[in-house]
T-cell receptor, first 110, second 115 residues
């Protein structure tokens, strides 16, 4: 079983600050996905990273896949209240089967 | 395209009863997966159906079952409900096309409360 650990579990920051969320495993993944879930809704896919060392940017969000494809990070620059949510990472094995992390709850206050 | 829809959105049941949840995937998606989400355990994979066949299964007891119809719509059934089954049940569909990396498109979920 591939276990994905996310840290921190909870993060509270003020608008305008930066934050980084981490997703780590001892196993290698074929690809890794990041989702954001808002209260009362299902998770929404933000990005998929595939290549070791890959960096993808989505406006103020920067996603990085580790060189060894065992870890990933999500960095948010100048956070806004709309960034509040539960951030989930999910690693896929070679068969495409997904393993989700427990999530990082991010709260951005005005 | 319309997103993934789930019905009902909320359910209240008592211990020992059974429940059936329904999911309609995005048009053209043939893979449907079910997840259970609780504050303590996070998002746990239940099972995946593809072309009416169960393709993957998580570590849940046999009280949890599912099926998929020819139009890709899926149902999940939980029999003999227990208090611990209270959770948000999420359905997700995937295109399963080469290079899609099994990206999941989730519905809003069904909130099940067992009393």
């Amino acid at each position: 079983t591939q276990l994905l650990e996310q840290s921190p579990q909870f993060l509270s920051i003020q608008e305008g600050e930066n934050l980084t969320v981490y997703c780590n495993s001892s196993s290698v993944f074929s690809s890794l996905q990041w989702y954001r879930q808002e209260p009362g809704e299902g998770p929404v896919l933000l990005v998929t990273v595939v290549t070791g060392g890959e960096v993808k940017k989505l406006k103020r969000l920067t996603f990085q896949f580790g060189d060894a494809r065992k870890d990933s990070s999500l960095h948010i620059t100048a956070a806004q209240t709309g960034d509040t949510g539960l951030y989930l990472c999910a690693g896929a094995d070679s068969w495409g089967k997904l393993q989700f992390g427990a999530g990082t709850q991010v709260v951005v206050t005005p | 395209k319309a997103g993934v829809t789930q019905t009902p959105r909320y359910l209240i049941k008592t211990r020992g009863q059974q429940v059936t949840l329904s999911c309609s995937p995005i048009s053209g998606h043939r893979s449907v997966s079910w997840y259970q989400q609780t504050p303590g355990q996070g998002l746990q994979f239940l099972f995946e159906y593809f072309s009416e066949t169960q393709r993957n299964k998580g570590n849940f007891p046999g009280r949890f079952s599912g099926r998929q119809f020819s139009n890709s719509r899926s149902e999940m059934n939980v029999s003999t409900l227990e208090l611990g089954d209270s959770a948000l049940y999420l359905c997700a569909s995937s295109s399963d096309l080469l290079g899609s990396y099994n990206e999941q498109f989730f519905g809003p979920g069904t909130r099940l409360t067992v009393l």
